[in-house]
């Protein structure tokens, strides 16, 4: 193979790569999304939830393990985000007249979406660049954490336990900060799309 053939063959593949790691980043926000609004409440029957999940993991394995997603294939993606951001929107709908336990669920749906979406970086990294993997690792105590104590706070309220000051006030800060970052769900599922169509992000 000639020197310039063989650097032509070589570009192709790192764009591929490229391809596959947006695309894995696309997938990993719109299943954090979904783990958020699954966590969150039941604006998703049993059924729906596990067929969703399924889809999900679908398409993550094949990109981590075989290659990118072809256009039939981000076309059949594309439409698990469209169901996914309308559940989301509806949520959203929900959040200036939450009670108190939607308002906890609806953080620690959050939460979840976070540890989640840190848990599939670093499983991405394995596959694409093994410095994400190193970096994302020193953070999982700081996201474990978090998931740890929003848990605790949630199983205190079912059992009718009393909730300390210091408790309240966190999750209450938490779920001001979802409120006030609710304009940001358009922006990531514009990013999703963006990135499963193997786009930079803008």
Request: charged content about 30%; overall charge negative.
């Amino acid at each position: 193979m000639s020197k310039e053939i063989n650097q032509h063959v070589q570009k192709d593949l790192a764009v591929l790569e490229e391809m596959r790691m947006l695309q894995c980043n696309g997938l990993i926000l719109l299943e954090g999304y979904f783990r958020r609004i699954c966590i969150s409440g039941n604006l998703l029957q049993a059924h729906e939830q596990k067929r969703l999940q399924e889809a999900l993991d679908k398409w993550r394995h094949m990109i981590l393990t075989k290659r990118a997603l072809r256009q039939q294939e981000i076309e059949e993606v594309l439409s698990l985000v469209e169901q996914i951001e309308q559940v989301m929107n509806q949520q959203l709908h929900r959040l200036g007249e939450a009670t108190e336990n939607q308002q906890l669920a609806m953080t620690r749906g959050a939460i979840h979406a976070e540890y989640l979406i840190h848990e599939r970086i670093t499983e991405m990294g394995v596959r694409f660049d093994e410095e994400l993997v190193q970096d994302f690792e020193s953070k999982r105590p700081f996201f474990a954490g978090r998931v740890k104590w929003i848990d605790h706070i949630q199983e205190k309220r079912r059992n009718k336990e009393r909730i300390d000051y210091e408790e309240l006030a966190k999750w209450k800060g938490w779920y001001e900060e979802l409120s006030a970052n609710q304009g940001n769900v358009v922006k990531d599922f514009s990013t999703i799309r963006q990135l499963l169509n193997g786009a930079q992000q803008a």
